[in-house]
Nanobody
């Protein structure tokens, strides 16, 4: 059984930085995708960044150049480094692990608030 536990959210001023972490337990399949999503109040959940088992990385246009997704396989942890934060980045952030036919798993979510 795969489980994801997130940490690192909080309150930050505009222009500041935060790093979200997501520790996963359980076995990965040969092909997988690690994702970060976010959901702001009154809006649909949106994909922020992804990282595939083949090494492909993609960030949403709204965060490109500011957010970076990465992974430390030795620590079973994926990260989302967020720089130059803006008020519109305020949302609940979720990590997601897509194992294809073996299922999709979600973290519990962590609140990020960007405000002065």
């Amino acid at each position: 059984q795969v489980q994801l536990v997130e940490s690192g959210g909080g309150l930050v001023q505009p222009g500041g930085s935060l790093r979200l972490s997501c520790v996963y337990t359980g076995s990965l399949t040969r092909f997988y995708t690690m994702n970060w999503y976010r959901q702001a109040p009154g809006k649909e959940r949106e994909l922020v960044a992804l990282f595939t088992s083949g090494g492909y990385v993609q960030e949403a246009d709204s965060v490109k150049g500011r957010f970076t997704i990465s992974r430390d396989s030795a620590k079973n942890t994926m990260y989302l480094q967020m720089n130059s934060l803006k008020p519109e980045d305020t949302a609940i952030y979720y990590c997601n692990l897509d194992l294809g036919s073996m299922g999709t798993y979600w973290g519990q979510g962590t609140q990020v608030t960007v405000s002065s």
